[in-house]
């Protein structure tokens, strides 16, 4: 897999995803995620998981994300399987049993369920920062109403992982310029994590303090009304589309609250 597809940044492409308005991106992430957890047993967070994997495999620029999300998946999902469906005693319906593990429908089912939940926000998150430019999501949230603020720490949010991916990645190639060597041993490389690291961390606070002084002289504290070149259009697709995950998740809130009752 290149590098472009597992930098977990914006990805140009032509997908479902990428003309909605990035305000419209951002509810399906958050509304299908409650709806996921707040909907009853699995088949909710189930269905979510296949219309997700469906607009990820309809897309030539979002299909080959699916390699890298089983890679962070997987893991978790096998550890989901060995708490939930092994390692819980005294439950309902036991097909079979080895010393201290156990296999029950209950057991089948609650791992399905947390598994689940679990895929459609990492789908939903990755969805969102591919398909999604960081400035027009804080654009978008701006002119909706909320604090630049708060918008900036969204933007910060979705581009952390990318720079601090490409500021490592020149730290080791400018390492390697001066001797660093990556395939020594384990020991080696792991004494070696000091040259790599204290010029991540520093490059950070530089970073953040250049950012913050560009922020300030561009007037991120003013109060009046904001103009912004960048045009976001918000198509009738977008509402239906907002709409519809909204009342998703109210329907899934409004079961959890009665079954609570």
Known sequence: MSRRTTSFGYLPGRSLLHPLHPVTKLTMAVGLSLAAF?????????GITGVLLLLTVTSATLRPLLRAAAVLFLPLAI???????????????????????EVSMEGIAATT????????????????????????????????????????VVLAAMQFVPDAQARVSRIVQAQQARGLDVRANLVTRFRSLRSIVIPL?????????????????????????????????DTRTDKVTRVGVVCLAVAALAWRVATWL
């Open 79 to 101: 550890a989901l399987c060995v708490i939930q469906g092994l390692l819980q005693p005294d439950r309902e319906g036991v097909l079979g049993s080895w010393g201290p593990f």
């Open 38 to 46: 707040l909907g009853p047993g699995y088949w909710i967070a189930a």
């Open 201 to 233: 961390f520093s490059g950070a606070l530089v970073t953040a303090e250049t950012r913050a002084i560009a922020l300030e002289a561009r007037g991120l504290n003013h109060t009046g009304e904001r103009t912004s070149l960048l045009v976001l259009n």
């Open 113 to 152: 369920t947390y598994a689940s939940r679990l895929a459609v926000i990492m789908l939903c998150a990755i969805l969102l920062v591919v398909s999604t430019r960081p400035k027009e999501l804080a654009v978008g949230l701006t002119q909706r109403g909320l604090s630049p603020k708060f918008a900036y």
